[in-house]
Protein backbone atom coordinates (compact mmCIF):
# COMPACT_ATOMS: atom_id res chain seq x y z
CA UNK A 1 0.00 0.00 0.00
CA UNK A 2 1.07 3.73 -0.86
CA UNK A 3 -0.19 6.02 1.26
CA UNK A 4 1.06 9.15 -0.14
CA UNK A 5 -2.23 10.58 -1.21
CA UNK A 6 -4.19 9.25 1.68
CA UNK A 7 -6.26 12.14 4.06
CA UNK A 8 -7.47 11.14 7.05
CA UNK A 9 -5.26 8.63 7.28
CA UNK A 10 -2.20 8.03 9.51
CA UNK A 11 1.22 7.97 7.81
CA UNK A 12 3.47 6.47 10.36
CA UNK A 13 2.91 4.43 13.18
CA UNK A 14 2.31 1.00 11.82
CA UNK A 15 5.28 -0.16 13.97
CA UNK A 16 3.60 1.85 16.96
CA UNK A 17 -0.05 -0.03 17.16
CA UNK A 18 2.49 -2.85 18.41
CA UNK A 19 4.18 -0.75 21.17
CA UNK A 20 1.62 1.67 22.34
CA UNK A 21 -2.14 1.12 21.65
CA UNK A 22 -2.55 -2.28 22.88
CA UNK A 23 -2.88 -0.47 26.29
CA UNK A 24 -5.78 1.06 25.37
CA UNK A 25 -7.64 -2.26 25.73
CA UNK A 26 -8.87 -0.72 29.22
CA UNK A 27 -11.48 1.24 27.44
CA UNK A 28 -13.28 -2.11 26.57
CA UNK A 29 -13.54 -3.04 29.89
CA UNK A 30 -15.59 -0.45 30.80
CA UNK A 31 -19.09 -1.62 28.77
CA UNK A 32 -20.42 1.95 28.33
CA UNK A 33 -24.63 1.60 27.35
CA UNK A 34 -25.99 3.57 25.11
CA UNK A 35 -23.60 6.66 24.26
CA UNK A 36 -24.84 9.13 22.29
CA UNK A 37 -23.99 12.11 20.33
CA UNK A 38 -26.40 14.56 18.21
CA UNK A 39 -25.36 14.79 14.80
CA UNK A 40 -24.96 18.51 13.38
CA UNK A 41 -24.54 18.63 9.21
CA UNK A 42 -24.12 22.46 8.08
CA UNK A 43 -26.95 23.12 7.00
CA UNK A 44 -28.31 22.77 10.25
CA UNK A 45 -29.52 25.66 12.78
CA UNK A 46 -27.63 24.00 15.34
CA UNK A 47 -24.22 24.41 13.23
CA UNK A 48 -22.55 26.91 14.92
CA UNK A 49 -21.70 28.32 11.34
CA UNK A 50 -24.82 28.31 10.17
CA UNK A 51 -25.86 30.52 7.37
CA UNK A 52 -29.18 31.42 7.31
CA UNK A 53 -28.98 33.16 3.84
CA UNK A 54 -27.54 30.05 2.39
CA UNK A 55 -30.20 28.99 -0.48
CA UNK A 56 -30.48 24.99 -0.93
CA UNK A 57 -28.58 25.48 -4.33
CA UNK A 58 -26.03 26.93 -2.44
CA UNK A 59 -26.26 24.30 -0.44
CA UNK A 60 -26.23 21.52 -3.14
CA UNK A 61 -23.60 22.67 -4.92
CA UNK A 62 -20.92 22.74 -2.45
CA UNK A 63 -22.76 19.12 -1.10
CA UNK A 64 -21.81 18.01 -4.64
CA UNK A 65 -18.49 20.27 -4.70
CA UNK A 66 -17.75 17.85 -1.65
CA UNK A 67 -19.21 14.98 -3.06
CA UNK A 68 -17.29 14.50 -6.07
CA UNK A 69 -14.14 15.23 -3.60
CA UNK A 70 -15.10 12.18 -0.73
CA UNK A 71 -15.50 10.39 -3.93
CA UNK A 72 -12.40 11.42 -5.53
CA UNK A 73 -10.57 10.53 -2.17
CA UNK A 74 -12.25 7.28 -1.91
CA UNK A 75 -10.63 6.73 -5.42
CA UNK A 76 -6.95 7.88 -4.11
CA UNK A 77 -6.70 5.94 -1.54
CA UNK A 78 -8.49 2.25 -3.70
CA UNK A 79 -5.42 3.07 -6.25
CA UNK A 80 -3.14 3.72 -3.81
CA UNK A 81 -3.13 0.12 -2.55
CA UNK A 82 -4.25 -1.30 -6.29
CA UNK A 83 -1.05 0.72 -8.54
CA UNK A 84 2.11 1.99 -6.87
CA UNK A 85 2.75 4.39 -9.26
CA UNK A 86 -0.45 6.35 -8.37
CA UNK A 87 -0.60 8.82 -11.18
CA UNK A 88 -4.00 10.27 -10.26
CA UNK A 89 -4.15 12.64 -7.39
CA UNK A 90 -7.21 13.28 -5.37
CA UNK A 91 -8.22 16.45 -4.06
CA UNK A 92 -9.99 16.85 -0.99
CA UNK A 93 -9.20 19.39 1.38
CA UNK A 94 -10.57 19.17 4.97
CA UNK A 95 -12.53 22.14 4.74
CA UNK A 96 -14.80 20.35 2.16
CA UNK A 97 -14.91 17.27 4.83
CA UNK A 98 -16.52 19.85 6.89
CA UNK A 99 -19.43 19.71 4.89
CA UNK A 100 -20.58 16.51 6.29
CA UNK A 101 -22.26 15.12 9.29
CA UNK A 102 -20.77 15.80 12.40
CA UNK A 103 -20.69 14.37 15.99
CA UNK A 104 -20.69 16.49 19.24
CA UNK A 105 -18.44 14.85 21.61
CA UNK A 106 -16.54 16.35 24.61
CA UNK A 107 -12.82 15.71 25.50
CA UNK A 108 -11.22 16.05 28.97
CA UNK A 109 -11.39 17.47 32.48
CA UNK A 110 -13.49 19.92 32.26
CA UNK A 111 -15.13 18.30 29.31
CA UNK A 112 -14.70 20.78 26.07
CA UNK A 113 -17.32 19.83 23.26
CA UNK A 114 -15.77 19.44 19.79
CA UNK A 115 -17.19 18.74 16.60
CA UNK A 116 -15.82 16.01 14.39
CA UNK A 117 -16.58 14.71 11.43
CA UNK A 118 -18.33 11.10 11.83
CA UNK A 119 -16.05 8.63 9.53
CA UNK A 120 -17.14 5.50 8.62
CA UNK A 121 -14.00 5.37 6.21
CA UNK A 122 -11.23 5.70 8.36
CA UNK A 123 -10.70 4.38 12.16
CA UNK A 124 -8.11 7.51 14.03
CA UNK A 125 -9.98 10.33 16.37
CA UNK A 126 -8.05 13.69 16.57
CA UNK A 127 -8.89 17.25 17.19
CA UNK A 128 -7.38 20.50 16.85
CA UNK A 129 -5.44 21.25 19.47
CA UNK A 130 -4.11 24.71 21.21
CA UNK A 131 -1.50 26.31 20.60
CA UNK A 132 -2.60 25.65 17.00
CA UNK A 133 -1.37 27.42 13.80
CA UNK A 134 -4.01 27.54 11.39
CA UNK A 135 -7.17 27.00 13.19
CA UNK A 136 -8.62 30.13 13.23
CA UNK A 137 -12.10 28.69 11.71
CA UNK A 138 -12.47 26.25 13.96
CA UNK A 139 -16.30 25.62 15.70
CA UNK A 140 -16.49 26.39 19.18
CA UNK A 141 -13.86 25.93 21.79
CA UNK A 142 -10.52 24.55 20.95
CA UNK A 143 -9.44 21.93 22.97
CA UNK A 144 -6.08 22.73 25.56
CA UNK A 145 -4.23 19.71 26.36
CA UNK A 146 -2.99 21.79 29.12
CA UNK A 147 -5.92 22.50 30.81
CA UNK A 148 -7.70 19.15 31.11
CA UNK A 149 -6.64 17.39 34.16
CA UNK A 150 -7.23 14.25 32.70
CA UNK A 151 -4.82 14.61 29.52
CA UNK A 152 -1.89 12.56 29.42
CA UNK A 153 0.66 12.67 26.06
CA UNK A 154 1.61 9.25 24.67
CA UNK A 155 5.60 9.56 25.17
CA UNK A 156 7.61 7.29 23.21
CA UNK A 157 9.49 5.82 26.93
CA UNK A 158 6.50 5.29 29.16
CA UNK A 159 6.80 7.26 31.74
CA UNK A 160 6.48 5.38 36.02
CA UNK A 161 4.40 6.60 38.45
CA UNK A 162 7.30 9.20 39.63
CA UNK A 163 6.57 10.74 36.33
CA UNK A 164 8.78 11.78 33.23
CA UNK A 165 12.03 13.88 33.94
CA UNK A 166 10.98 14.81 29.47
CA UNK A 167 8.51 13.57 27.63
CA UNK A 168 9.10 12.85 24.34
CA UNK A 169 5.98 13.06 22.34
CA UNK A 170 4.66 10.40 19.70
CA UNK A 171 4.85 12.44 16.68
CA UNK A 172 0.64 12.49 15.00
CA UNK A 173 0.38 13.50 11.08
CA UNK A 174 -2.61 13.11 8.95
CA UNK A 175 -1.80 13.92 5.23
CA UNK A 176 -4.89 14.79 3.16
CA UNK A 177 -4.87 14.82 -0.96
CA UNK A 178 -4.18 17.97 -1.45
CA UNK A 179 -1.07 18.41 0.55
CA UNK A 180 -2.47 19.90 3.34
CA UNK A 181 -1.95 18.42 6.63
CA UNK A 182 -2.70 18.15 10.70
CA UNK A 183 -0.24 17.01 12.97
CA UNK A 184 0.70 17.37 16.58
CA UNK A 185 1.28 14.59 19.23
CA UNK A 186 -0.36 11.84 20.61
CA UNK A 187 -2.30 11.26 24.13
CA UNK A 188 -5.03 9.72 26.00
CA UNK A 189 -7.73 11.81 27.40
CA UNK A 190 -11.68 11.11 28.90
CA UNK A 191 -14.10 11.58 25.88
CA UNK A 192 -17.58 12.06 27.92
CA UNK A 193 -20.81 10.72 25.81
CA UNK A 194 -24.00 11.68 26.73
CA UNK A 195 -26.40 8.96 27.86
CA UNK A 196 -30.10 8.20 27.20
CA UNK A 197 -31.01 9.38 30.70
CA UNK A 198 -29.82 12.56 29.67
CA UNK A 199 -26.41 11.51 31.66
CA UNK A 200 -22.86 11.36 30.60
CA UNK A 201 -20.39 8.82 30.39
CA UNK A 202 -16.93 9.21 30.61
CA UNK A 203 -14.18 6.93 28.74
CA UNK A 204 -11.14 7.14 30.37
CA UNK A 205 -7.49 7.50 27.99
CA UNK A 206 -8.89 7.19 24.96
CA UNK A 207 -6.20 7.66 22.49
CA UNK A 208 -5.92 10.28 20.00
CA UNK A 209 -4.02 12.85 17.77
CA UNK A 210 -4.13 16.47 18.79
CA UNK A 211 -3.63 18.61 16.33
CA UNK A 212 -1.12 21.30 17.04
CA UNK A 213 -0.81 22.61 13.15
CA UNK A 214 -3.39 22.61 10.52
CA UNK A 215 -1.44 23.13 7.21
CA UNK A 216 -4.17 24.76 5.36
CA UNK A 217 -5.31 28.32 5.59
CA UNK A 218 -9.02 28.17 4.69
CA UNK A 219 -12.28 27.17 7.07
CA UNK A 220 -11.93 23.83 8.03
CA UNK A 221 -15.29 23.57 9.26
CA UNK A 222 -15.12 21.15 11.88
CA UNK A 223 -12.53 20.55 14.70
CA UNK A 224 -11.20 17.18 13.79
CA UNK A 225 -12.30 13.50 12.58
CA UNK A 226 -13.98 10.66 14.40
CA UNK A 227 -12.61 7.44 12.63
CA UNK A 228 -15.44 4.44 12.33
CA UNK A 229 -14.23 2.09 10.38
CA UNK A 230 -13.49 -1.17 12.16
CA UNK A 231 -9.48 -0.37 12.46
CA UNK A 232 -7.73 -1.41 15.67
CA UNK A 233 -7.81 2.11 17.15
CA UNK A 234 -11.42 3.51 16.03
CA UNK A 235 -13.90 4.16 18.68
CA UNK A 236 -16.12 2.19 16.99
CA UNK A 237 -13.32 -0.51 17.62
CA UNK A 238 -12.92 -0.20 20.95
CA UNK A 239 -16.08 0.77 22.31
CA UNK A 240 -18.18 -2.66 22.14
CA UNK A 241 -17.69 -3.51 18.37
CA UNK A 242 -20.71 -1.86 17.25
CA UNK A 243 -22.25 1.41 16.58
CA UNK A 244 -25.05 3.00 15.03
CA UNK A 245 -26.49 6.16 13.23
CA UNK A 246 -29.68 7.33 12.36
CA UNK A 247 -30.37 10.28 9.77
CA UNK A 248 -33.66 11.86 10.20
CA UNK A 249 -34.70 14.32 7.28
CA UNK A 250 -31.21 16.79 6.16
CA UNK A 251 -33.85 18.85 4.22
CA UNK A 252 -35.28 20.60 7.35
CA UNK A 253 -32.54 22.69 9.19
CA UNK A 254 -34.77 22.64 12.56
CA UNK A 255 -34.41 18.75 12.75
CA UNK A 256 -32.51 17.15 16.01
CA UNK A 257 -32.29 13.97 15.86
CA UNK A 258 -30.16 12.64 13.82
CA UNK A 259 -28.16 10.85 16.08
CA UNK A 260 -24.84 8.36 16.70
CA UNK A 261 -25.31 5.75 19.28
CA UNK A 262 -21.43 3.94 20.11
CA UNK A 263 -21.54 0.78 21.42
CA UNK A 264 -23.80 -1.60 23.51
CA UNK A 265 -26.82 0.66 22.82
CA UNK A 266 -26.49 0.35 19.06
CA UNK A 267 -29.04 0.31 17.11
CA UNK A 268 -28.63 -3.29 15.56
CA UNK A 269 -32.69 -3.86 14.40
CA UNK A 270 -34.23 -4.25 10.94
CA UNK A 271 -32.85 -6.63 8.21
CA UNK A 272 -29.12 -7.00 7.85
CA UNK A 273 -26.65 -7.57 5.29
CA UNK A 274 -23.38 -9.09 5.34
CA UNK A 275 -20.15 -6.40 4.74
CA UNK A 276 -16.21 -6.85 4.13
CA UNK A 277 -13.96 -4.06 4.32
CA UNK A 278 -11.38 -3.82 1.91
CA UNK A 279 -8.73 -0.46 2.10
CA UNK A 280 -10.92 0.73 5.22
CA UNK A 281 -14.00 1.27 3.47
CA UNK A 282 -17.46 -0.83 4.52
CA UNK A 283 -18.48 -2.45 1.08
CA UNK A 284 -22.22 -4.41 1.17
CA UNK A 285 -23.55 -6.41 -1.41
CA UNK A 286 -26.02 -4.90 -3.89
CA UNK A 287 -28.42 -7.32 -5.77
CA UNK A 288 -30.63 -4.91 -7.55
CA UNK A 289 -32.47 -2.05 -7.86
CA UNK A 290 -36.52 -1.41 -7.58
CA UNK A 291 -38.20 1.54 -8.85
CA UNK A 292 -42.39 1.01 -7.16
CA UNK A 293 -43.31 -2.56 -8.12
CA UNK A 294 -40.90 -2.43 -11.30
CA UNK A 295 -36.97 -4.56 -10.65
CA UNK A 296 -34.59 -2.75 -13.07
CA UNK A 297 -32.79 -4.95 -15.50
CA UNK A 298 -29.62 -5.22 -13.63
CA UNK A 299 -27.48 -8.22 -13.95
CA UNK A 300 -26.60 -9.55 -10.53
CA UNK A 301 -22.36 -9.44 -11.12
CA UNK A 302 -22.73 -5.42 -11.91
CA UNK A 303 -22.35 -4.78 -8.41
CA UNK A 304 -19.39 -6.73 -7.39
CA UNK A 305 -15.64 -6.08 -6.56
CA UNK A 306 -13.77 -7.75 -9.22
CA UNK A 307 -10.49 -9.59 -8.79
CA UNK A 308 -8.75 -6.74 -9.16
CA UNK A 309 -10.67 -5.17 -6.56
CA UNK A 310 -12.81 -2.38 -9.05
CA UNK A 311 -16.43 -1.87 -8.76
CA UNK A 312 -17.84 -2.96 -5.28
CA UNK A 313 -20.35 -0.79 -3.40
CA UNK A 314 -19.52 1.53 -0.44
CA UNK A 315 -21.82 2.56 2.39
CA UNK A 316 -20.22 5.90 3.25
CA UNK A 317 -21.41 8.92 5.81
CA UNK A 318 -18.79 11.22 4.36
CA UNK A 319 -20.67 11.67 0.78
CA UNK A 320 -24.42 13.48 0.34
CA UNK A 321 -24.52 12.13 -2.98
CA UNK A 322 -25.21 8.62 -4.30
CA UNK A 323 -22.80 7.35 -7.27
CA UNK A 324 -23.96 4.16 -9.01
CA UNK A 325 -22.04 2.17 -11.80
CA UNK A 326 -23.00 3.74 -15.38
CA UNK A 327 -24.73 1.59 -17.00
CA UNK A 328 -27.30 1.69 -13.52
CA UNK A 329 -27.73 5.10 -13.12
CA UNK A 330 -28.71 4.99 -17.33
CA UNK A 331 -31.20 2.27 -16.34
CA UNK A 332 -32.76 4.74 -13.33
CA UNK A 333 -33.00 7.89 -15.30
CA UNK A 334 -34.17 6.70 -17.88
CA UNK A 335 -37.06 4.93 -15.75
CA UNK A 336 -37.73 8.12 -13.76
CA UNK A 337 -37.79 10.09 -16.77
CA UNK A 338 -40.68 7.62 -18.27
CA UNK A 339 -42.43 8.06 -14.81
CA UNK A 340 -41.93 11.85 -14.80
CA UNK A 341 -43.39 12.49 -18.53
CA UNK A 342 -43.78 15.02 -20.58
CA UNK A 343 -45.03 17.40 -17.65
CA UNK A 344 -41.19 17.82 -16.50
CA UNK A 345 -38.79 19.51 -18.55
CA UNK A 346 -35.26 18.18 -17.91
CA UNK A 347 -32.59 20.56 -16.72
CA UNK A 348 -29.17 20.21 -15.27
CA UNK A 349 -26.91 22.17 -12.78
CA UNK A 350 -23.82 24.38 -14.64
CA UNK A 351 -21.26 22.78 -12.82
CA UNK A 352 -22.42 19.28 -12.44
CA UNK A 353 -23.99 18.60 -16.01
CA UNK A 354 -24.18 14.94 -14.58
CA UNK A 355 -27.07 15.91 -12.20
CA UNK A 356 -30.46 15.21 -13.56
CA UNK A 357 -32.56 17.66 -12.58
CA UNK A 358 -36.42 18.54 -14.20
CA UNK A 359 -38.42 21.86 -13.43
CA UNK A 360 -41.09 20.86 -10.52
CA UNK A 361 -41.66 20.64 -6.63
CA UNK A 362 -40.72 17.88 -4.79
CA UNK A 363 -43.46 18.36 -1.98
CA UNK A 364 -46.06 19.66 -4.50
CA UNK A 365 -45.92 17.55 -7.86
CA UNK A 366 -43.90 14.14 -6.38
CA UNK A 367 -47.13 12.75 -4.28
CA UNK A 368 -47.17 9.38 -4.86
CA UNK A 369 -44.13 8.91 -6.31
CA UNK A 370 -42.93 5.38 -6.34
CA UNK A 371 -40.17 4.17 -3.52
CA UNK A 372 -36.62 3.39 -5.15
CA UNK A 373 -35.20 0.63 -3.40
CA UNK A 374 -31.66 -0.59 -3.45
CA UNK A 375 -31.58 -4.03 -2.40
CA UNK A 376 -28.72 -6.25 -0.62
CA UNK A 377 -27.74 -9.38 -0.03
CA UNK A 378 -29.44 -10.92 2.57
CA UNK A 379 -33.11 -8.96 2.02
CA UNK A 380 -31.82 -6.16 3.30
CA UNK A 381 -33.40 -2.98 1.63
CA UNK A 382 -32.73 0.53 1.36
CA UNK A 383 -36.07 2.66 0.24
CA UNK A 384 -35.92 6.03 -0.75
CA UNK A 385 -39.14 8.29 -1.08
CA UNK A 386 -39.02 11.35 -2.83
CA UNK A 387 -37.44 13.25 -0.80
CA UNK A 388 -34.44 11.08 -0.41
CA UNK A 389 -34.30 10.25 -4.14
CA UNK A 390 -34.47 14.17 -4.86
CA UNK A 391 -33.67 17.15 -3.39
CA UNK A 392 -35.30 20.47 -3.85
CA UNK A 393 -32.68 22.93 -5.40
CA UNK A 394 -34.86 25.75 -5.46
CA UNK A 395 -38.29 27.25 -5.81
CA UNK A 396 -38.84 25.21 -9.34
CA UNK A 397 -36.30 22.66 -9.32
CA UNK A 398 -35.11 19.18 -7.72
CA UNK A 399 -32.37 16.68 -8.69
CA UNK A 400 -31.80 13.06 -8.08
CA UNK A 401 -29.69 12.28 -5.56
CA UNK A 402 -28.03 9.96 -7.45
CA UNK A 403 -25.29 10.36 -9.88
CA UNK A 404 -22.78 8.18 -12.28
CA UNK A 405 -19.10 6.69 -10.77
CA UNK A 406 -18.35 8.32 -14.17
CA UNK A 407 -18.72 12.11 -13.35
CA UNK A 408 -15.34 11.38 -12.10
CA UNK A 409 -12.92 9.72 -13.77
CA UNK A 410 -12.42 6.96 -11.86
CA UNK A 411 -10.39 4.34 -12.45
CA UNK A 412 -11.69 1.58 -9.63
CA UNK A 413 -15.32 2.54 -9.97
CA UNK A 414 -17.04 1.38 -6.79
CA UNK A 415 -20.30 2.74 -6.42
CA UNK A 416 -20.88 4.71 -2.75
CA UNK A 417 -24.31 4.97 -1.27
CA UNK A 418 -24.16 8.77 -0.12
CA UNK A 419 -25.61 10.44 3.25
CA UNK A 420 -28.96 11.43 1.87
CA UNK A 421 -30.16 7.75 0.30
CA UNK A 422 -30.01 6.76 4.13
CA UNK A 423 -32.45 9.64 5.34
CA UNK A 424 -35.04 8.34 7.40
CA UNK A 425 -33.24 4.99 8.42
CA UNK A 426 -31.06 3.93 11.28
CA UNK A 427 -28.01 1.83 10.14
CA UNK A 428 -25.94 -0.30 12.73
CA UNK A 429 -23.00 -1.87 12.17
CA UNK A 430 -21.96 -5.15 13.62
CA UNK A 431 -18.45 -5.44 13.73
CA UNK A 432 -17.70 -8.14 15.50
CA UNK A 433 -20.43 -10.42 12.51
CA UNK A 434 -19.45 -8.29 9.59
CA UNK A 435 -23.31 -7.36 9.19
CA UNK A 436 -24.65 -3.24 8.54
CA UNK A 437 -28.74 -3.62 9.88
CA UNK A 438 -31.18 -1.40 8.19
CA UNK A 439 -34.09 0.06 10.18
CA UNK A 440 -36.63 2.64 8.90
CA UNK A 441 -37.25 4.64 11.75
CA UNK A 442 -38.00 8.31 13.15
CA UNK A 443 -35.00 8.94 14.56
CA UNK A 444 -37.09 10.55 17.41
CA UNK A 445 -38.31 7.51 18.57
CA UNK A 446 -34.43 6.31 19.71
CA UNK A 447 -33.74 9.57 21.58
CA UNK A 448 -36.24 8.66 24.87
C1 LIG B 1 -26.52 37.33 4.51
O1 LIG B 1 -27.26 38.26 5.29
C2 LIG B 1 -26.48 39.22 5.98
C3 LIG B 1 -27.38 40.09 6.82
O2 LIG B 1 -28.52 39.42 7.20
C4 LIG B 1 -25.69 40.06 4.97
O3 LIG B 1 -24.85 40.94 5.67
C5 LIG B 1 -24.84 39.13 4.10
O4 LIG B 1 -24.20 39.89 3.09
C6 LIG B 1 -25.70 38.06 3.46
N1 LIG B 1 -24.83 37.14 2.74
C7 LIG B 1 -25.12 36.70 1.54
C8 LIG B 1 -24.15 35.72 0.96
O5 LIG B 1 -26.12 37.01 0.94
C1 LIG C 1 -22.37 19.88 22.11
O1 LIG C 1 -22.62 19.29 23.37
C2 LIG C 1 -22.42 20.17 24.46
C3 LIG C 1 -22.57 19.38 25.74
O2 LIG C 1 -23.74 18.67 25.77
C4 LIG C 1 -23.40 21.33 24.36
O3 LIG C 1 -23.20 22.24 25.42
C5 LIG C 1 -23.18 22.05 23.01
O4 LIG C 1 -24.14 23.08 22.84
C6 LIG C 1 -23.28 21.07 21.86
N1 LIG C 1 -22.87 21.74 20.63
C7 LIG C 1 -23.66 21.84 19.58
C8 LIG C 1 -23.11 22.57 18.40
O5 LIG C 1 -24.77 21.34 19.55
C1 LIG D 1 1.78 17.34 -3.19
O1 LIG D 1 3.17 17.27 -2.94
C2 LIG D 1 3.87 16.46 -3.87
C3 LIG D 1 5.33 16.33 -3.41
O2 LIG D 1 5.82 17.56 -2.95
C4 LIG D 1 3.75 17.07 -5.26
O3 LIG D 1 4.41 16.28 -6.21
C5 LIG D 1 2.27 17.15 -5.62
O4 LIG D 1 2.08 17.79 -6.86
C6 LIG D 1 1.48 17.90 -4.56
N1 LIG D 1 0.04 17.74 -4.83
C7 LIG D 1 -0.80 18.77 -4.87
C8 LIG D 1 -2.24 18.42 -5.14
O5 LIG D 1 -0.47 19.92 -4.66
C1 LIG E 1 -10.47 -4.75 -13.50
O1 LIG E 1 -11.12 -5.89 -14.02
C2 LIG E 1 -12.22 -5.60 -14.88
C3 LIG E 1 -12.87 -6.89 -15.34
O2 LIG E 1 -12.73 -7.91 -14.42
C4 LIG E 1 -11.75 -4.81 -16.07
O3 LIG E 1 -12.83 -4.48 -16.90
C5 LIG E 1 -11.09 -3.51 -15.61
O4 LIG E 1 -10.54 -2.82 -16.71
C6 LIG E 1 -9.98 -3.81 -14.61
N1 LIG E 1 -9.54 -2.52 -14.08
C7 LIG E 1 -8.28 -2.24 -13.76
C8 LIG E 1 -7.99 -0.86 -13.25
O5 LIG E 1 -7.37 -3.05 -13.87
Redesign the pocket.
Known amino acids: MTFAHEPLHLLLLLSLSTCCFSSTSTISSVKPQRLVSKLIHPGSVHHPHYKPNETAKDRMELDIQHSAARFAYIQARIEGS??SNNEYKARVSPSLTGRTIMANISIGQPPIPQLVVMDTGSDILWVMCTPCTNCDNHLGLLFDPSMSSTFSPLCKTPCDFKGCSRCDPIPFTVTYADNSTASGMFGRDTVVFETTDEGTSRIPDVLFGCGHNIGQDTDPGHNGILGLNNGPDSLATKIGQKFSYCIGDLADPYYNYHQLILGEGADLEGYSTPFEVYNGFYYVTMEGISVGEKRLDIAPETFEM???R??GVIIDTGSTITFLVDSVHRLLSKEVRNLLGWSFRQTTIEKSPWMQCFYGSISRDLVGFPVVTFHFADGADLALDSGSFFNQLNDNVFCMTVGPVSSLNL???PSLIGLLAQQSYSVGYDLVNQFVYFQRIDCELLSG
Open positions: LVKKNTGKSK
